[in-house]
């Protein structure tokens, strides 16, 4: 499967060269719809949604399956109409990946750096393999542009993530919060909270409060299935995003730029978040990737600065060393027994 990815590099860099602009082709977005859509027997999580979809076979499974609902019931509007797994994979595919390249290309200074990031950090994780998880943050991301120019399609966007995946109601605050100016003190705030939030232990938390109050099935068993993946998650990754956040502030931030103010803002919210509830680290993973996105959008605004900065090769070592991280991260997620070998219908 490295050797697909190296194919489609060498064929953007060639297309790059002889077009010399920054926009993201369209034959790169559908090759990687190709090569998701068309898939099988590859990533973690297939089998147990081709194990979900013929196991939905009316309403009733819908509203007692263990997935979400706006999920199990796109599962059975594509069953009752004669459409197998194999096309809904596709489906899903081409538009969580369309949403994403349409957000890059509004928002980033750098659409086709910022695919690239999207390419190292979110693609396999998200859109290859947490097909739900995928789609929502393709659901919210896409919301963004809406935030202040129609507050009723931000938020149906964001509440359609949150039945694809629940997890996306995290980023419902994200209209509170979108015209705040972050300060050194309000980071300050962010940094000290999300270290005092640590220490509760949310897993115990959501155990309680769901025997002594909701009783959700769902939550039930998605606490059950994660009841051994706990435990303190401060490690590189989320010292990386408060590095490079304090840098940003520093360095490269426009406050009377609407985007970034807009990015800074829902990245710094992110990093609250990932802190808060680092007892519970899939759930603390889960949630900051609908944050973490905005990395692929400052980025490049910080490169935009960096000819404006003194002592320049610093700043483009920073970056280089932070996009060396994701190239590594990657190549060594490549070398997965579930990723190593591709197989397309």
């Known amino acids: 499967m490295l050797v697909l990815y190296c194919i489609l590099i060498v064929l953007t860099l060639i297309y790059a060269y002889y077009k ?10 559908l090759i990687l719809t190709i090569i998701t859509g068309l898939r099988y027997d590859c990533s973690y999580d ?15 499974d819908v509203l ?18 004669g459409l197998g797994f194999q096309t809904l994979i596709f489906i899903v595919a081409s538009i969580s990946i369309f ?17 690239y990031i999207y390419f190292l950090s979110f693609f396999i994780y998200n859109d290859f393999t947490q097909i739900r998880h995928g789609l929502a943050i393709a659901f919210t991301f896409y919301a963004i542009l809406f935030i ?3 507050t009723w399609k931000y938020f149906t966007l964001v509440l359609l993530a ?10 419902i605050p994200i209209y509170f919060i979108r015209n705040i100016n972050l300060t050194w003190k309000k980071f300050s705030i962010i940094c000290v909270g999300s270290l005092l939030l640590s220490l509760i232990n949310f897993p115990q938390l959501l155990n309680w409060l769901n025997d002594s109050l909701f009783d959700w099935k769902y939550l039930t068993v998605k606490l059950e299935l994660y009841k051994n993946s706990v435990g303190s998650i401060f490690e590189l990754g989320f010292f990386l995003k408060i590095i490079f956040l304090m840098m940003f502030l520093i360095f490269a ?8 103010q807009l990015c800074v803002n829902i990245y710094a919210f992110g990093i609250f978040t990932f802190g808060a509830l680092s007892s519970f680290s899939i759930i603390a993973q889960r949630t900051n990737a609908y944050f973490k996105m905005f990395e692929i959008i400052l980025i490049p605004f910080y490169i935009m600065q960096i000819p404006k900065m003194k002592h320049k090769h610093i700043h483009y070592c920073f970056v280089g060393c ?17 990723y190593l070998i591709y197989h397309s219908i």
């Open 20 to 29: 010399k602009d920054n926009k993201i082709p369209l034959f790169l977005i």
């Open 46 to 60: 297939l089998d147990n949604y081709f194990i979900h979809f013929g196991e939905i076979n009316s309403i009733s």
């Open 64 to 81: 007692n399956g263990t997935y979400e609902l706006g999920y199990s019931f796109l599962v059975l509007v594509f069953k009752k109409i």
């Open 99 to 115: 949403l994403k390249t349409k957000t890059m290309e509004k928002l980033s200074p750098i659409p086709i750096l910022s695919f």
């Open 148 to 150: 202040e120019k129609s």
């Open 162 to 171: 949150c039945l694809f995946h629940y997890s996306a109601v995290c980023f």
């Open 253 to 260: 931030y426009d406050n009377k730029n609407r985007i970034q």
């Open 322 to 338: 932070i996009l060396t991280y994701y190239l590594v991260k990657f190549i060594l997620l490549m070398f997965d027994p579930a």
